[in-house]
């Protein structure tokens, strides 16, 4: 029998600026009237709005939305460099 490895995640609250916050309540509204209910645990949090059962949305479409967004919102040209040369978030 296997023993389960299991890991302590830690968790963090990070701060989302006006303009990001009306993108994750635009997509909300997106997944609601798309897919007539609630998203559940395991959807996307970014689906692509064009298909019949929730998707994760297109790699490239979701950059061309991360930018339009930290372009709307100020962020430093050296962070969005940072995000699409590493696919990481600067949180701290």
Do not use: H
């Not at 997944?31 to 298909?51: G, H, K, W, Y």
């Amino acid at each position: 029998m296997m023993a389960k490895v299991t890991e302590k995640k830690r968790l963090r609250t990070i701060t989302l600026t006006n303009e990001v916050q009306d993108a994750m309540k635009q997509q909300l509204r997106g997944f609601r009237e798309r897919f007539a209910r609630e998203p559940r645990t395991l959807d996307p949090v970014f689906v692509d709005l064009r298909s019949d059962a929730p998707s994760a949305m297109d790699l490239d479409d979701l950059q061309r939305e991360a930018l339009t967004v930290m372009s709307r919102s100020c962020v430093s040209p050296e962070l969005v460099y940072g995000y699409f040369r590493t696919g990481l978030l600067v949180t701290e």
